[in-house]
Nanobody, 112 residues
Framework: QVQLVESGGGLVQSGGSLRLSCTAS????????MAWYRQPPGKQRELVAT???????IYADSMKGRFTISRDNAKKTVYLQMNSLKPEDTAVYYC??????WGQGTQVTVSS
């Protein structure tokens, strides 16, 4: 059974930072491309960043330079370091595997 457990969300002031974590089980993590998505209030879910098994990364344009995705295969964990947060980054952030599994999401709220 695949499980993705996110953590690290919370309330932060504009300009602040948060680090999200997603720990996986039930998959061959080291061979799996992982991604973070987010869903702002009242909007559709959107891609934030992806990281391949080899460590190559892709970012949505609005996150480039502020967000960093990384992974620790030994811990079966993918991270999202978010800096210079803005109120428009407020969303539920989801972990996703390339073969279609989702975590439960973690709320990030950025106050102005």
């Amino acid at each position: 059974q695949v499980q993705l457990v996110e953590s690290g969300g919370g309330l932060v002031q504009s300009g602040g930072s948060l680090r999200l974590s997603c720990t996986a089980s039930g998959i061959i993590f080291s061979m799996t491309t992982m991604a973070w998505y987010r869903q702002p209030p009242g909007k559709q879910r959107e891609l934030v960043a992806t990281i391949t098994s080899g460590g190559s990364t892709i970012y949505a344009d609005s996150m480039k330079g502020r967000f960093t995705i990384s992974r620790d295969n030994a811990k079966k964990t993918v991270y999202l370091q978010m800096n210079s947060l803005k109120p428009e980054d407020t969303a539920v952030y989801y972990c996703h595997t390339a073969n279609g599994f989702w975590g439960q999401g973690t709320q990030v709220t950025v106050s102005s």
